[in-house]
C-alpha cells in the first residue's frame, strides 16, 4: 500500500486509487462532474496547496534561491496548520491502501507536490513512483 505522487490530468496507473487533487483550484472549463473521469481528481484537497498569495510567489520563481524561500514558506503552511494533522493521517492511511495525490504542474522540482512527497516522507509515509 502506499502514495502515488502524480500530475493532475494525466492517465491514471492500474493500482492507483482514490485521486486527490491538492490545487487551490480546480481545473478550469471542466465541469465538475468530469473532474475524475479526465483525470484530474477524485476527491478535492486544497488545504494542501499553497496559500494564494504564496502561489502567486512561486509562479515568479526563476531561480534556486527563489525556489528554496518559496518551500520554506510552503512547509512553515504545512506545519503551521490544520493541514499537518492531515500530512499525519495521509501517511497512516498510505501503510493499508492505494491513493494518489498531486498538481496541475509538468516539473515536480518546482512543484509543491515534490515539497508535499518531502513532508510525506517525513512523515513515514510509503510512497511509490
Not at 481545473?27 to 499553497?50: I, N
Not at 524561500?69 to 492531515?86: L, P, Q
Not at 498531486?102 to 522540482?109: I, L, R, T, W
Request: proline content about 5%; hydrophobic content about 35%.
Amino acid at each position: 500500500m502506499s502514495i502515488r505522487i502524480v500530475q493532475l490530468g494525466t492517465p491514471r496507473a492500474a493500482d492507483e486509487g482514490t485521486r486527490i487533487g491538492t490545487v487551490r483550484r480546480p481545473p478550469r472549463g471542466v465541469p465538475k462532474t468530469e473532474f475524475a473521469k479526465r483525470d484530474y481528481y477524485d476527491v478535492w484537497l486544497p488545504m494542501l496547496s499553497p496559500s494564494a498569495e504564496l502561489m502567486a510567489q512561486g509562479k515568479e520563481v526563476s531561480s534556486d534561491v527563489q525556489w528554496n524561500a518559496f518551500a520554506r514558506k510552503f512547509r512553515a503552511e504545512m506545519n503551521d496548520s490544520d493541514a499537518s494533522k492531515v500530512l499525519d493521517l495521509l501517511a497512516v492511511l498510505s501503510q493499508g491502501t492505494h491513493f494518489s495525490i498531486g498538481c496541475y504542474c509538468d516539473d515536480e522540482s518546482r512543484c509543491h507536490r515534490g515539497i508535499l512527497r518531502q513532508l510525506l516522507t517525513e512523515r513515514g509515509a510509503a510512497l511509490r513512483e
